[in-house]
């Protein structure tokens, strides 16, 4: 149990507020593109990263679940230095000079981290993504034969579409209307 809460309910929250962040971090992406700041998708959007990162590391709490620096614990303490630095940008230091781009920046690789986490959950636990899934080790990849093929093209995809956003986003997200 987690806050009272059984581990299979615990973990629909979580999922719950993963899929919130990530459709609104997707959002708040494409307005830094247009140079727009969008400020309560935004705030929604931090939130809700904050609150994955917070809820995925409270699993630990579990009496069940394994004291030890798992991959997941791991990607956890990576999207706290991250969003800390993305809070720091915005709430800081208002976006001004540099802090602009190291905003854009940690907003997309805040967001891709929630969905690296979406993907290989999604490996790990949709059996229609990865019939041979349910048999694996809750750890992570690597999974049998060809599955890993599948999830390293994916991860692969996804890094490289992050990476280009994040690189636009950095470059086109300008100071101009509501970003005062």
């Excluded at 394994?66 to 800081?92: E, R, S």
């Excluded at 692969?156 to 005062?180: D, E, N, S, T």
């Amino acid at each position: 149990m987690v806050l009272g809460l059984s581990i299979p309910t615990f973990t629909v929250i979580h999922v719950i507020i993963s899929l919130v962040a990530i459709a609104s971090g997707l959002v708040v992406v494409f307005g830094m593109i247009g140079s727009h700041r969008l400020p309560k998708l935004t705030a929604l959007f931090w939130v809700m990263t904050v609150l994955t990162t917070v809820t995925g590391f409270m699993f630990f709490l579990s009496p069940t679940q394994a004291k030890v620096l798992t991959p997941a614990a791991a990607t956890g303490l990576v999207a706290t230095v991250f969003f800390v630095l993305g809070l720091i940008a915005l709430y800081g230091k208002h976006l001004y000079g540099r802090w602009r781009w190291i905003y854009a920046i940690c907003v997309t690789i805040s967001l891709y981290l929630n969905v690296f986490v979406l993907f290989t959950q999604s490996f790990q636990k949709l059996k229609i993504i990865n019939p041979a899934g349910h048999l694996t080790s809750t750890v992570g990849p690597p999974f049998g034969g060809s599955v890993d093929f599948h999830f390293a093209v994916a991860q692969g995809a996804a890094l490289l579409i992050f990476v280009m956003l994040g690189v636009i986003a950095a470059w086109k997200f300008r100071r101009g209307p509501g970003l005062v």
